[in-house]
């Protein structure tokens, strides 16, 4: 297996920076749409054949470093007794939403059984995959934030007003969702992932003060028990200004959205290993300036200790697969040109 992806991950500087995408499997690929037009997303994610061969279209098509899991972090909901659905144009559903203490009997410790779809396909792809397969889960606040808006949001009203008049009912659904989400990550280790990779999107939106109270703990709850386990990444977005905590939350690299410069990254995360960072949607612009910028990444992860190059959040739909292609060529040689 080529293990780049997984040198990096334990700090060890590779031949080359390996580089992979989130969602780098889904609709900007007229392979996976050819699929997506006889299945919904969620039969998809449910049958293991299809969920692995989705996962090795990118890998096979972009010559990436690293497969994901196709599937998602709100699959695990239905086996802790919600409804989950995935509407088009709207994105997801999660119901009954939960906003009181009293909702919270509704949600239930994972029951491992009704995932098994995500450990056959993790047992199909280690089998057929030459590269690292990640595994991954949300962070217990992240999984959160759908569970009580029931949906997408852009205010997380329902999110805070739980949170700051009911904090000891919030910490009882993390706590809950942090066990099951244990459990979980367990699972997909046992399966036989290479590497996990913790999905804190909306991290970004609590102050570090709150960041710390109703985040941190949880993921590093979860980082404690999957030590001694596989590397764990701790994606985030919208979070430089909580670096301090971040740093410290004890993942094995920390993967940053474009809104960081990665020099300065460096410097804040004490040269751990970093994956990221360029704007998802600097790949729709003229191939001068995408290469401009992904050198200027790399050039700055040479500081780190050790680079993964990745994008600062998931692939923009109206992305070229081309130009992903050439992404990955160019940050490929990058490193064997300097050697
Ligand atoms: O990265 C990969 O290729 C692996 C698969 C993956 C998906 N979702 C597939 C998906 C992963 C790792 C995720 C994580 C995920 N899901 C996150 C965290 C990362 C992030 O993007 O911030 C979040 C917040 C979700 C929740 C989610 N799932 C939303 C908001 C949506 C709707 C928006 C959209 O792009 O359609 C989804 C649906 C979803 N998850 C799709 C895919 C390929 C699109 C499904 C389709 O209609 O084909």
């Not at 996962?55 to 709100?74: C, E, G, R, W």
């Not at 919208?238 to 004890?250: C, E, F, R, V, Y």
């Amino acid at each position: 297996m080529k293990d780049v992806f997984i040198q990096a991950c334990r700090g060890i500087k590779p031949q080359y920076t390996p580089v992979w995408f989130m969602r780098q499997a889904g609709r900007y690929m007229p392979q996976y749409q050819k699929i997506r037009q006889k299945y919904d997303f969620l039969t998809m994610c449910k049958t293991p054949e299809i969920a692995a061969e989705v996962t090795m279209q990118p890998v096979k098509v972009l010559n990436v470093d690293a497969a994901i899991l196709f599937s998602d972090i709100l699959i695990p909901l239905e086996a802790m007794g919600l409804k989950i659905e995935f509407i088009d144009e709207k994105g997801p559903v999660v119901s009954p939403a939960i906003r009181t203490i009293d909702n919270l009997k509704k949600l239930k410790n994972i029951e491992l059984n009704a995932v098994d779809f995500v450990f056959k396909a993790i047992k199909i792809l280690i089998k057929e995959l030459d590269v690292p397969l990640i595994g991954f889960s949300a962070s217990p606040f992240t999984l959160a934030t759908y569970v009580i808006e029931g949906s997408s949001s852009k205010d997380f009203f329902h999110t805070k007003k739980f949170m700051f008049s009911d904090s000891s009912g919030f910490h009882q659904l993390l706590s809950s969702l942090t066990e099951s989400t244990i459990v979980y990550l367990n699972g997909q280790i046992k399966a036989g992932v290479n590497a996990i990779q913790i999905f804190d999107t909306w991290a970004g939106i609590l102050s570090p003060y709150d960041y710390e109270i109703f985040c941190k703990p949880y993921v590093k709850r979860i980082l404690e028990s999957l030590k001694q386990t596989v590397p764990v990444i701790y994606f985030s977005s919208n979070t430089s200004g909580l670096a301090k905590h971040i740093n410290d939350s004890g993942a094995d690299v920390v993967s940053l959205d474009w809104r960081i410069d990665m020099k300065d990254a460096c410097h804040l995360f004490e040269y751990k290993p970093l994956q990221g960072n360029l704007d998802p949607l600097a790949l729709l612009g003229q191939e001068m300036e995408i290469f401009k910028r992904v050198e200027k990444i790399l050039n700055a992860g040479k500081s780190a200790k050790a680079h993964i190059f990745n994008l600062g959040h998931g692939v923009n739909i109206n992305t070229q697969v081309d130009t992903l292609k050439k992404v990955v060529d160019f940050v490929h040689a990058f490193k064997s040109v300097e050697d």
